[in-house]
């Protein structure tokens, strides 16, 4: 036996194969069940008891030595069907030119008035868009009954306690209240959510920005030149602005803030109805209640605070007429925006 076991030592390392299939077929010629391996592993029962030692060793170097040669045949197949398809390979043609991508108009736009508001040393503050009642509405002032708390507005995920999807970033004003004392400088990016039937004037998501500044002595002067600073550096120089009075539970004043129409200049347009005007913000003096809610003193420290939405001044900026084209990512649409950041 032990014969036989050299004599096939010595074939193996011979042996040849040019495909796959043909590795396959020398593997189950000698390794398989029925396979050379096996027949003399049976052999090897009537091997007498003092030869076992010596056979049994040359035949699992056998073994071996047949299962490495069939690896390295299987890897050289292998590796010769790889080169082959390297054939065609041509490193001089010309590359398909890979498509580069466009941000989004509403990214552009966020980043656009985040970088308006750092130059003024603002920095951004982020908070969770599943939000509770309090850092919603009670914080800032909402009264009890107020209408916007009323499930044709908000989006409840519980009641009693309330989890909400938050209908403005408000929210983080108080969020970033809590924990920092003045002065606090914030810009405050996000999405809000709000129970709307969807139309091309209104969606049941969309994007705000809003700012927060509280400190020592912050007057209503500083609130309007942050706004005209704004206006300006976003809409172009001659860009004017306005104030209305308004209500907003949280501030007090409260004002929204027009500006001179950026399409006519100011003379009148369809865009404008024909006002020279058109309304981009909210904004007013922090009530003292949402100081004191979030534990800041009212009587050491004032403040203001702004809120616009992104898709209004995306508006502005770009006139789309439809709100539901920023979240259907028609390509065709999205290709429109370059932009170098
Ligand atoms: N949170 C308001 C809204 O969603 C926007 C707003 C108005 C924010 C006035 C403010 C503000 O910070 O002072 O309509």
């Known amino acids: 036996m032990i014969d036989k076991i050299n004599a096939l030592k010595e074939k193996i390392s011979s042996i040849k194969a040019t495909s796959a299939e043909e590795v396959e077929a020398l593997r189950i010629k000698y390794l398989s069940k029925k396979g050379e391996i096996s027949a003399m592993m049976n052999d090897f029962r009537s091997v ?4 076992k030692k010596i056979v049994g060793q040359a035949l699992n170097e056998l073994k071996n030595l047949i299962t490495d040669r ?4 299987r890897e050289e197949v292998a590796a010769q069907k790889g080169s082959e398809r390297l054939k065609d390979l041509d490193l001089t043609r010309t590359p398909a030119v890979t498509p580069l991508g466009t941000r989004h108009p509403l990214s552009i736009v966020r980043e656009e008035i985040i970088s308006i508001f750092r130059r003024l040393g603002f920095s951004i503050a982020e908070g969770p868009e599943i939000e509770d009642d309090w850092h919603v ?4 002032n909402f009264a009890a009954d107020h209408p916007a708390r009323d499930m044709q507005d908000t989006f409840f995920i519980q009641r009693e306690p309330d989890v909400l999807l938050r209908t403005h970033t408000s929210s983080v004003q108080t969020r970033v209240m809590e924990h920092q004392k003045p002065p606090i400088r914030i810009i405050c990016p996000g999405r809000v959510y709000r129970n709307e039937a969807i139309s091309a004037r209104a ?8 700012a927060l500044y509280v400190d020592k002595n912050v007057s209503f002067a500083d609130l309007r030149q942050t706004l005209l600073y704004f206006a300006k550096e976003m ?4 860009t004017k602005i306005r104030l209305r009075p308004s209500y907003f539970p949280f501030t007090e004043p409260s004002a929204e803030m027009d500006i001179s129409c950026n399409l ?6 369809s865009f ?11 904004c007013g003096m922090v009530d003292p209640n949402v100081l004191e809610a979030c534990g800041i003193d009212s009587k050491e420290y004032s403040g203001f605070a702004l809120g616009m939405g992104i898709e209004r001044i995306t508006n502005l900026k770009y006139q789309v007429k439809d709100l539901r084209m920023f979240s259907e990512n028609d390509v065709r649409f ?5 932009s170098a950041r």
Not at 203 to 210: D, L
């Open 137 to 140: 509405f009670s914080s800032l």
């Open 203 to 210: 969606h049941c998501f969309f994007h705000q920005v809003e």
């Open 48 to 51: 007498p008891p003092e030869s």
């Open 70 to 73: 069939i690896n390295t045949l």
């Open 235 to 238: 809409f172009g120089n001659d």
């Open 272 to 282: 404008c109805k024909h006002t020279g005007w058109v309304e981009i913000l909210g």
């Open 334 to 338: 999205l290709k429109e925006f370059t």
């Open 264 to 269: 006519c200049g100011g003379k009148g347009c």
